[in-house]
């Protein structure tokens, strides 16, 4: 009887150590990415709890505190549970941990109550893939499997004979280190690692062929990594705020491209800017040195809860609409720490007559405890504030060459058909801003892409531009900050002092 069950043990402990060696892939994976990832928090999904916790759950998110204690132990409870269940060490506690773990997970988001879509991948009857886990990693910790040996090794040395162990139990027993092996080099490779073997395919020429795809469209992209900044941004005020010289554009975040007549770009920025990518491109941009980002109102609750997520890149908000006051109201309540009158409303409201509205509006934000700043397109939008006594915080005025091919300013001054140019004067912008004594944030400096940046920031900073806004992908920021540092680094004559 004995021996028919050490033969049922056997040929039972292999298949489930192929269970918890995946369910431990599983879990070291899940919780590494989020170790790695300092823009990861849990707080959007204790956020969206709806099952019999929500409100403890709602209640953790709320707290700053909370959420902080809760990231860690979530991160890193993940990766040693995984290491644990990968190499066999400890594996009925790893085992009943994950279990509980899997288990908060389904009780925040149980799929008791869903409506029924049609057959659709992830909506579920009460059953989901955590529940499934659950009882897979159960059936682990109830059923004894073989691991790492490390009781049979110390016995070893011990004067006990030992028989013979079972081929497929060493297997069993084994099998974890050359699993973490083959885990650490998938890992690898999906964040951009090239094996030495590999490298020299890589490196070598491409013969193309007639009919072959383009080199480019078969080449590797390669995103340039925090490290590579090369140094630190200086910083300005306004006000009583803190900022680098160069600060993050939002437009591309929202969905405005500016792309002139490729239609499709609007769309395609803003399918690639999702909520997640809107905050990893913060997160880059502040592990960069950037503290600052200007964005329109309707990003302002994803900066509070970027905020709410640990982020620290404040934000500023460009208000527009007949009536901007109550987007300001919005952008204080999420926190911003200030707002300017979008150049569009500006550039209107003086074509219209109606400057002294201007006013109200700028000391209406200042009312609200924040620096008020004015934007504008045309120069003229400038000249008529400074005409009507007008003196805000700061500016927000455009300034860009007109040497690339597509400006043509020419065909239409101060109209703009084509949404080709913002800055139809930049030598007259040049001159009557060098005599303002407010401090001046420049704005597509580049042209919405029509210049290199490597030329734009230099010709911004030497033409008397305080501080540069700047747009830009995530894949753009470390060449973006490290072109800045160039530029402010480097011999650099300036025609106006500096204001801020």
Request: proline share 6%; aromatic share 12%; glycine share 10%.
């Given at each position: 009887m004995g021996d028919t069950k050490s033969a049922a043990a056997a040929r039972l402990a292999l298949p489930l150590v192929i269970v918890r060696l995946a369910i431990?892939?599983?879990?070291?994976?899940?919780?590494?990415?989020k170790v790695v990832d300092p823009g990861w928090t849990a707080a959007g999904y204790l956020e969206s709890a709806t099952g019999p916790l929500a409100g403890l759950f709602g209640w953790m998110a709320s707290s700053t505190a909370?959420?902080?204690?809760?990231?860690?132990?979530?991160?890193w409870g993940l990766t040693l549970i995984g290491l644990a269940l990968v190499l066999g060490v400890w594996v009925r506690f790893a085992a009943w941990a994950g279990v509980a773990l899997l288990a908060l997970y389904y009780l925040a988001q149980p799929p008791l109550w869903a409506p029924y879509t049609g057959p659709n991948e992830g909506a579920y009857l009460l059953v989901n893939k955590n529940l499934v886990e659950l009882c897979a990693l159960a059936t682990v910790a109830l059923i004894?499997?073989?691991?790492f040996p490390w009781r049979r090794l110390r016995r070893r040395a011990e004067p006990v004979e030992i028989g013979p162990i079972p081929r497929r139990q060493w297997i069993a027993e084994l099998v974890g280190a050359p699993v973490l092996g083959?885990?650490?080099?998938?890992?690898l490779k999906k964040h951009g690692w090239t094996s030495f073997d590999?490298?020299?395919a890589k490196t070598a020429p491409v013969t193309q062929r007639p009919g072959a795809f383009p080199a480019g469209a078969t080449g590797t992209f390669r995103l340039a990594s925090v490290s590579e900044v090369k140094g630190v941004l200086p910083y300005a005020t306004i006000g009583d705020?803190?900022?680098?010289?160069?600060?993050?554009?939002g437009n591309l975040m929202a969905g405005f491209a500016h792309a002139r007549d490729l239609l499709y770009v609007d769309t395609l920025v803003k399918a690639y800017h999702t909520r997640d990518k809107i905050r990893e491109t913060m997160y880059m941009g502040e592990r960069c040195g950037i503290n600052t980002i200007v964005v329109n109102p309707i990003l302002s609750e994803i900066m509070s809860g970027y905020h709410r997520r640990g982020g620290r890149m404040q934000f500023i908000t460009n208000c527009g609409g007949n009536d901007p006051m109550p987007l300001v109201r919005k952008s204080v309540d999420h926190g911003?720490?200030?707002?300017?009158?979008?150049?569009g409303v500006a550039d209107r409201a003086v074509r219209d007559g109606r400057v002294d509205q201007l006013g109200e509006w700028m000391e209406g934000i200042r009312k609200m405890g924040v620096p008020a700043g004015i934007g504008a397109h045309r120069l003229d939008t400038v000249r008529a504030c400074v005409e009507a006594g007008l003196r805000p915080d700061y500016w927000v005025k455009t300034l860009h060459r007109l040497d690339y091919w597509s400006a043509r300013p020419e065909e239409a001054p101060g109209v703009n058909p084509r949404d080709n140019n913002w800055c139809e004067e930049p030598d007259a912008v040049v001159a009557y801003m060098r005599e303002r004594p407010e401090p001046w944030i420049a704005f597509k400096v580049l042209a919405a892409g029509a210049i290199h940046p490597k030329v734009a920031f230099r010709y911004a900073f030497e033409n008397g531009a305080d501080i540069i806004c700047v747009g830009m992908y995530d894949f753009q920021v470390v060449e973006n900050v490290n072109l800045a540092l160039a530029a402010l680094d480097g011999p650099l004559v300036r025609s106006r002092e500096w204001r801020a």
């Open positions: 431990g892939w599983h879990f070291l994976y899940e919780g590494w990415i909370a959420v902080a204690v809760i990231d860690v132990l979530n991160a004894p499997t073989p691991g083959a885990f650490v080099l998938a890992v590999a490298m020299p705020i803190k900022v680098t010289r160069m600060i993050m554009g911003a720490v200030s707002c300017f009158i979008h150049g």
